[in-house]
């Protein structure tokens, strides 16, 4: 009887607390993903403004951010930027890798603008390196 009357109670304690962990958990992972676009917008602000370092150390924290937390967007998102830096510092080879993988991750999740800036960015790259063909079949796919 002693047994069963804790085992209730256990029980109810976690029904009781429960959901307050569970509802902290989620609002502290909202919270982040918050805090992380932010930062994936500041990033892209900065790569707009021509500072690619400072945009560069944003994107690789948010995507080691987005790994850790298997956050799709994050992910897709930073490998977009880190693509699009590497794009502009002229290594085109190590641009269309990352640019490659950013398309995979937002294809799966179908942000078809952040798919079309990628598919432009290896449209670009493979032009850079003198590969026309290829970046033809890039560039109608991007439109």
């Known amino acids: 009887m002693q047994r069963k ?9 976690i029904w009781w607390i429960a959901p307050t962990i569970i ?3 989620a609002n502290g992972f909202i919270s982040d993903t918050s805090k992380l676009k932010a930062i994936l917008k500041k990033a892209e602000i900065k790569l707009d403004s021509n500072k690619t370092q400072e945009s560069l150390q ?3 924290a ?7 937390n298997n956050y799709t967007y994050g ?3 930073s490998l977009l930027l ?4 590497q794009l502009e510092n002229g290594k085109s080879d190590s641009s269309i890798s ?3 993988k950013a398309l995979s991750h937002l294809r799966s999740i179908n942000k078809e603008l952040e798919v079309g800036v990628a598919l432009n960015g290896i ?3 493979f032009g850079d390196i003198g590969n026309q063909d290829s970046a033809e079949v890039y560039y109608n796919k991007a439109l």
């Open 58 to 60: 944003l994107s690789k």
């Open 75 to 77: 992910i897709g998102k």
């Open 98 to 100: 990352s640019l490659k």
């Open 62 to 68: 948010a995507l080691k951010f987005s790994t850790r």
């Open 123 to 125: 449209g670009k790259a």
């Open 82 to 85: 880190i693509g699009r830096i």
């Open 23 to 25: 509802s902290t958990s």
């Open 5 to 13: 009357r804790a085992t209730i109670f256990y029980l109810l304690l």
